[in-house]
């Protein structure tokens, strides 16, 4: 039979005392977990503390080699301060002719020296604008190397006049005058550029910023229309037209066809005496003739071997000259639309045999058409010379012969009878026409061959005073301060390499006071002032730089 076992009541105190033992375990588990953590906790503290005191640690000593570094910037600061110093006054003694200056001399124009040094990296192709030695050609590294790389001022000679002897003048300029050594009423300052007066000149002209002109690389030219109303510039792959009076862009002209890859400088631009039509010459060769309100091309030409540096348009609208690398002149002819003539400078019957050298190197700078009748142009070349040839017949005329390095500008005076020519020797040069050649091209017979060509080696007027080679000039229209004077001032106008712009009195040069000629001097740019233009109507003149701007200043009389 089953065995029955005798069953005892349950009253649940054993389930109790096992579910309190699993309480008190799960307590001691968490205590022993949370005093785990509390030494990892002090731990982790302890080692937070260690690095924050070796940080504390590299923090000091990186402050002393900070305080260390600074010591040895400053003394680099101080010592290259001092060889700067050094460096200028051996220029000046160079530019003196190598005589020891005196200390007045040694003062430098302190607004220039905040101003970093030019550099036109993205216009580093060719040394034309900047003067840059990378890219100067043999003959000028030669001159250079010859004279200590730069040559004082040509010294003084004589010419003859009316069968009289007289002293060419040097003009001396006011570059190296110190703002702040001047009296507050010879100075005037703006924002970002500086007029400094000549003390010793009387004062005739007031000057003020106009217009600031944004561009996106270089402005290699600047230039008016025949109207004063527009100015075009030319700079990398385009170029633009302002209104002068409100300085908003009106127009941009770019040639799509050419190549993307690499720059296309446009060096130089001139309006049609209409105003319709705008000129052009590049880099790659080609004349264009656009028509500004179509924004087209009307007329490619093509024809020189080298980079276009200048162009002209002719007062009656018929030719255009173009002046380039390749050492030619050529002209074209707007009716037949071509090259009519090309005058090259190995043809200049003038040069002595042997100077095939210097004929490599004589590349065309620049090109100016004579203002009154068209009848000749002055073209301004590498060699130092400057040429003058008949647009009708491409026969030499005359030539000029003084400067000491290449002329970079050409321009002539409002009555066509005298020539300014600016130069890498940092002076400027008033030439006046011979009478031999201003009564042939007066003459109707245009066909003489006989007709030799001239060589003036004597310049009226030499303009010394920029620090740096002069790289673009021209003269002013005449301006009366009287209406019932006839007296007046024609402003013979040079922008440099040392960034300024002066403002010549070629009265005062005729009148025999060498000191007082130069009226102003402008600091404006903070890279080289490539290109100025003054305004057909007067009153307002406009600079081109390296620092990617173009400017347009007025000038009024006080």
Not at 94 to 110: E, I, K, V, W
Not at 234 to 258: H, M, P
Not at 358 to 367: E, I, L, N, P
Not at 423 to 432: F, G, H, P, R
């Amino acid at each position: 039979m089953y065995s029955h076992r005798h069953m005892l009541p349950n009253n649940g105190n054993g389930n109790m005392k096992s579910g309190q033992n699993a309480f008190f375990e799960c307590m001691d588990i968490i205590k022993n977990e949370y005093e785990r953590v509390l030494q990892d906790n002090n731990k982790y503290q302890n080692q937070l503390k260690d690095y924050e005191a070796k940080m504390n640690a590299q923090e000091e000593e990186l402050m002393k080699m900070r305080e260390i570094l600074n010591q040895f910037e400053n003394k680099h600061m101080e010592m290259e301060h001092k060889y700067k110093q050094e460096i200028n006054k051996l220029r000046m003694e160079l530019d003196n002719g190598g005589m020891p200056m005196n200390h007045d001399m040694r003062q430098r124009n302190r607004f220039n020296e905040n101003v970093p040094p030019p550099n036109l990296s993205n216009n580093n192709r060719d040394g034309y604008m900047n003067g840059n030695p990378q890219n100067e050609s043999p003959r000028q590294k030669q001159i250079k190397d010859e004279d200590n790389h730069y040559r004082p001022p040509p010294s003084q000679m004589g010419l003859r006049q009316n069968n009289k002897i007289i002293q060419e003048q040097l003009i001396t300029g006011i570059c190296d005058l110190d703002p702040e050594k001047i009296p507050n009423g010879y100075k005037r300052e703006g924002q970002d550029w500086l007029v400094v007066y000549n003390p010793k000149a009387p004062r005739l002209l007031d000057v003020d910023l106009f217009h600031n002109l944004e561009h996106d690389s270089v402005v290699c030219c600047v230039k008016f229309s025949n109207d004063g109303k527009y100015l075009a510039t030319g700079c990398n792959r385009v170029s633009q037209i302002f209104d002068v009076y409100t300085g908003n862009k009106v127009c941009e002209l770019v040639e799509k066809t050419a190549p993307k890859d690499g720059d296309l400088y446009i060096r130089s631009v001139c309006f049609s005496p209409c105003g319709r039509y705008l000129a052009t010459g590049a880099e790659d060769r080609i004349v264009r003739v656009w028509d500004i309100k179509k924004k087209q091309i009307l007329y490619n030409w093509t024809g020189h071997d080298q980079d276009i540096y200048s162009l002209d348009w002719s007062k009656d609208g018929k030719i255009i000259v173009s002046g380039s690398g390749d050492r030619t002149v050529k002209i074209w002819n707007m009716d037949t639309r071509s090259c009519i003539l090309t005058m090259m400078n190995e043809n200049d019957p003038t040069m002595l045999n042997g100077n095939d050298s210097q004929m490599k190197d004589s590349g065309v700078t620049s090109v100016a058409i004579s203002p009154i009748d068209g009848l000749c142009v002055a073209a301004g070349s590498l060699d130092k010379i400057v040429r003058l040839w008949d647009t009708r017949t491409g026969q030499l005329l005359e030539r000029f012969d003084g400067h000491t390095d290449s002329v970079y500008s050409v321009a002539f005076s409002n009555d066509g009878k005298s020539i300014v020519s600016g130069s890498l020797d940092k002076t400027l040069k008033i030439w006046d026409i011979s009478p031999q050649t201003l009564q042939y091209l007066r003459s109707e017979e245009i066909k003489d061959k006989n007709f030799e060509p001239i060589i003036n080696k004597n310049c009226r007027h030499t303009f010394t005073g920029h620090r740096d080679f002069v790289l673009s000039v021209g003269f002013s229209p005449f301006i009366k301060y009287n209406e019932n004077n006839r007296d007046g001032t024609e402003w013979v106008v040079s922008g440099s390499k040392d960034r300024t712009v002066t403002f010549w009195n070629a009265n005062q040069a005729y009148n025999g006071n060498p000191t007082s000629v130069a009226q102003f001097m402008l600091q404006g740019h903070n890279n080289s002032v490539i290109s100025i233009a003054l305004s057909p109507t007067g009153g307002m003149f406009a600079t081109g730089s390296g620092d990617r701007k173009a400017r347009i200043w007025k000038y009024t009389t006080v």
